[in-house]
């Protein structure tokens, strides 16, 4: 039986690894502009980790998670965000004792089990921004301000940026036991899993994704009511600096993010153009979570965007600076015993940094001719008894068709020149 990739996984191949690669460097670039420096973390952690960092109650650690057991029998899990790890490496390696607020990004591959169809993986990829040790609004309102400059730079103008406050742990449990109230008589109407967790934490039946829930719960307190001063003004920073900026951003008391360790900020950007799977990213701020996870009580804020819906946004719009890096030159050779002056060229060409590529299974000279057009090449170099005779190559520019003649002393200096055109 043939074996094919699992289930919710899928080769990136060349002829698409561009759009990748453009996207990364945007995400890369606009980050270190905004002084945030790349960590790489484990791939696999301790399942305790996302235990305690993303939250025991939520559908990540219950249902999603890829744990395993190692040959000695320690419990590890693929990771399924990133904010977790690098709160445990800030942890680790003391940094919340050195230069704050520490402020990194990250990209790569997260695993998820879940349904997979357009949009939604069990190996996806995403990038995030974390800074931990300031509570400062501003600092919320840069790391949504780098959000924003992101889908700028990417083309995607047309997004919608929800935000809202989740308060801190004293004004929630006001607020909590508000909704428990609120919910109780009508938990009937609830879907399976929010007819259990409500109790625990009932602000995951407004996250919840079952339409029904929300239709059960109308006329629902909402938290902004019981927010606490300090919670109040940080928000009130927030917004006016976003605005001050020239931000537009909707006020969503249904945002409540699934996972347990935000406080305060909590903000989603969705491109309704991308379909079911809209959310392209999100984050917030979670004062609580590096304590959750061992250490001390350091602050921080974040986001995590998907990279697999900002590609199908980027799509969407046919970007056209989006190309395949294909190859500038191609050395075609006219005769078999010409191999190793075609080799020789080749390889002077690479090494003065032009991309170039050869034939390598016997093509007859016009086959190489369509090889070279097929695979992009701006010019065709051709090595032949005239050239090898007269000490010169023959340059056909393969969108002109023009032909010259160049010394072969010359060669790379002139074939730079020509591709100084393209
Ligand atoms: P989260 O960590 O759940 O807040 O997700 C942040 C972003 O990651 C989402 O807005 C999506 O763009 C992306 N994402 C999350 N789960 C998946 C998935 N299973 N497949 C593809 N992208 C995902």
Known sequence: MQVKAPRGTYDILPDQVHKWHYIEEVLKGTAELYGYREVRTPIFEHTELFERGVGESTDIVTKEMYTFSDKSKRSLTLRPEGTASCARAIIEHSLYNGLLPVKWYYTGPMFRYDRPQTGRYRQF????????????????????????????????????????????????????????????????GLCKDCQVRYQ?????????????????????????????????????????????????????????????????????????????????????????????????????????????????????????????????????????????????????????????????????????MKYAAKLGAYLTLFVGDEEINGDFITIRDMQSKKQEQVARDHITDHVKLLLQNY
Do not use: W
């Not at 940026?161 to 801190?168: E, I, K, Q, R, T």
């Not at 742990?169 to 938990?187: D, G």
């Not at 998907?306 to 050395?331: D, H, N, Q, W, Y």
């Not at 002077?348 to 190489?368: F, N, P, V």
């Open 200 to 368: 625990q934490n009932p602000l995951r039946v407004l996250d919840c994704k079952v339409a029904t829930c929300h239709e059960a719960i109308t006329g629902y307190p909402t938290l902004s009511e019981y927010l606490c001063g300090e919670c109040r003004d940080h928000y009130a920073i927030v917004r006016e600096t976003l605005e001050q900026n020239g931000v537009k951003y909707i006020h969503d008391d249904n945002l409540v993010r699934g996972l347990d360790y935000y406080t305060k900020t909590a903000f989603e950007v969705h491109i309704p153009d991308i379909g079911a799977q809209s959310a392209i990213g999100g984050g917030g701020r979670y004062d609580g979570l590096v304590r959750d996870c061992g250490g001390p009580d350091l602050p921080g804020i974040g986001f995590a965007l998907g990279i697999e819906r900002l590609l199908l946004a980027v799509e969407s719009l046919k970007s056209s600076c989006v190309r395949p890096v294909g190859i500038e030159a191609f050395v075609t050779v006219m005769d078999d015993k010409y191999e190793l002056q075609a080799a020789r060229l080749v390889n002077e060409l690479r090494q003065a940094g032009i991309r170039t590529d050869k034939d390598y299974s016997g093509k007859s000279a016009r086959a190489q």
């Open 125 to 188: 990829h995403q990038f995030g921004v974390e800074a931990f040790g300031s509570t400062s609004p501003y600092l919320d309102a840069e790391v949504i301000l780098l959000l924003v400059e992101i889908l700028n730079r990417l083309g995607l103008s047309e997004f919608e940026l929800h935000l809202n406050s989740v308060g801190c742990p004293s004004c929630r449990e006001e607020y909590r036991h508000k909704l428990i109230q609120h919910i109780t008589p009508v938990k009937d």
